[in-house]
């Protein structure tokens, strides 16, 4: 079993970012966080020939509060990361396997909250190859 689940995107870089967000959104998926990860190396370590990476946190907020409702200490894997980045073959998309982390998690309850994001997720990475 992966941890994630990946496509590569045609597209320009910012353009995918954008696509990628629309897409969680029409499933249900805000967009709390987004980490610049190029400029964070950048500012930070002083380099600056780093491929454009960006992790997206998204958050369906009655699933996440599903989730927390029977665990309470589920937000320290909240919310679900997705990359977007770019290699020598294009721009890539890859998402937590919902599955694969709350599998870490000892409670049944989740299992359906799992299947559910893991539909989700998947629709979006098919969306984002149309």
Known sequence: MT???KRHVEGEFDAVVERTTEALGDEGFGVLSDI???????????I???PN??????????????????EENLGVLLPCNVAVYETDEGVVVSMVDPEAML???DNAEMDDIADEVQARFDRVLESLGE
């Open 3 to 5: 941890y994630y689940d």
């Open 36 to 46: 610049d990860v190029s400029d964070a190396f950048a500012k930070k370590l002083d």
């Open 48 to 50: 600056e020939d780093y």
């Open 53 to 70: 990476y960006r992790i997206l946190g998204a958050c369906n907020p009655p699933l996440a509060k599903q989730g927390l409702d029977a």
């Open 103 to 105: 599998s870490v998690v």
